[in-house]
């Protein structure tokens, strides 16, 4: 593996001892990993036990009581949630979880790579602090990926905050709690006394370093394979115990997962069109056992430097007003607070997205979906469709030379032909993508001459949904490149001014769509527009009679062909709204729905050819975006939350609108 924009680190296999030596022995092996050297030992029940007791809890209970108010019924409650949430960690089923993982991710993936000098850092630290472990959430066996590791590094095994799905899952969930797992429900904001019982429970496992605490900044996984925008939640609990000097010091270790195939990759794509999630349950996760015929390539872990909170808090704020607060008191988020727990979750996101690798076939995924869709899928009459081997061949040989050039991290196996690697790739996706006798790259789809009904446009943009997430893995790669040629063209002009104007409204627009560190604008701007330079060079023009599904020889219009499909998504967006009279009203539910039966009108009658336009995640996301900008009013009642269109909205759709695709005339790296 190439391993560049960092120190030169070695990535293990960890998989590699586990296919020449015994599961059985694995999971029998004496464990005794290093503890936090303050940690009071203590069993889960005793921890429910203190968070039960705690000074917070028990005024808690007196003030939701009342003067005459039932405290014995409150704290019944409380205990009631303490069981539903609580973890039962035990070595018995950590043993047997050790067992099954290790012959499960046998049979899934290739390799597991972990830098180990990242492992080394935390089992240095570990002793010193209590840790915070925050994964990346692209998978549901993220967690269960992370567990495997500690227990094979001899770290301590994590408690790990999960959702309320899994709990419902008959001897699977009990089997998670017994393994560390402690349950949230989803929202429960509305619901003052679940958030007393959970944040004293959350902080009362960092105060005594019982164990790391990990959970997902993200709050959900990730079904369009980006970066989601972080949830502040749980962060600013963990935040508390240190604002109160309860700790010393607590260390947040963010760590970068990459899938080179992703298990659930068809279950995301489905559920982008709008395909309901189906329920977690035992039968489910019996019936997926299919998936172990599958070969789901490899998987990279990359554990960043821990990030001293104390350190990061330091100069920004001023602790002592919270240190002074009394212990039983609940801590208000102040806005200075607020704004500081917002820079250190997006702050965690970007390193996360630092660490990640970038495989094969992401770059595949990135340069098919340059070509026209309709040149992408078989179809009766036209035996030239798909991108040409050799034009992809070429292709991949310029982008990982831009990818070099950003710094990113590469997983290539240097010792084989690019033409082995691709081939390989396209191999291992063979339910996505095929190969012709003729040479060419098509999408797996039926043959249909042009789509007609609401099924075929749905089955071919599960195709490209799916394709367009790993495509999604490196955009946060091009993201300040691109935006920076985007608002060149619409300036008109290199011009700094209007340039810089153009490129902050583009962070502002999609801001639910990429990670930017709020404030860090200008150098956004600055590193966006070096590495616009720096690559742009690298690429030279060929002979223009290539065939068109190439992509350009102009860095900067292939840059604004990666971003076309969200500047398709939001102007449609933008166009439904317009229709609607000023001033009208619609659920957010209804406006998710009434969006994409417009998108699928605009594709059955041929006025779009985008298919990422029926994602309804972005959908989300551009109406939060929209809300923001001044062009919606978002209403939060007790049916739900509903939006209203605002005079401001021909403005920002304007603007929207201005995003013109950057050239019509395909040619190539």
Partial sequence: MVSLGYPEERFEDVLEERRCNSDLLFSARRFAPPTYKHRCPRSPAALRRAVLDSPRLQQAIREMAGEDGDTEALRQEAQSILREMGHNQGMTVVRTFAFMLSRIFKALFRHVRVNEEGVQRVQKVVQECPIVLLPSHRSYIDFL???FLCYSYDLPLPVIAAGMDFQGMRLVGEMLQASGAFYMRRSFSNNPFYWAVFSEYVQAIVRNGD???EFFLEGTRSRSNKSLSPKLGLLSIVMEPLLRAQVFDALLVPVSISYERILEENLYARELVGVPKPKES????????????????????????????????????????????????????SDTLRVLVHHLAHSVVLRQQHGMVVTPWSLLTTLLLQAPSDHL???SCNSEGGVHLPDLLHDVRCLRTVITKIGAMQDWPDAQSHE???????????????????????LNVDKVDRPKCRDDILNRACTVLTCAAYRNHILHLFVRPAFVAMAQRHAGSVEDGPTFSHFCFLVQLFSEEFIFEPGSERKDYEEGLSLLQRCSSLLYPLDSQHHPSTITTNFSVFLGQIFQPFCCSYQMVCNYLLTLEHGSMQKESQLLASLQEFALQQLLEGRSTELEILAINVYKNAVASLSRLGALRRERRKDGVWFLTTSQLHHVADAVA????????????
Avoid: C, W
Avoid at 313 to 330: E, N, Q
Avoid at 420 to 440: D, P, Y
Avoid at 658 to 666: E, F
């Fill in 282 to 333: 035992t039968s489910g996760l019996l019936k997926a056992h299919r998936i172990l015929q599958n070969d789901y390539g490899s998987v990279f872990v990359y554990f960043h430097p821990p990030m001293s909170l104390k350190s990061f808090i330091s100069g920004r704020l001023d602790i002592t007003p919270f240190s002074m607060t009394p212990r039983h008191m609940a801590l208000r988020l």
């Fill in 658 to 669: 201005s995003l013109k695709p950057p050239s019509q005339l395909p040619a190539k790296l």
């Fill in 377 to 379: 899928f078989p179809t």
């Fill in 420 to 442: 082995a690697v691709v081939l390989s790739t396209l191999a291992m996706n063979s339910s996505l993508v095929t190969l012709t006798k003729e040479g060419r790259v098509l």
């Fill in 211 to 213: 164990a790391p605490l």
């Fill in 145 to 147: 990926l992370m567990s």
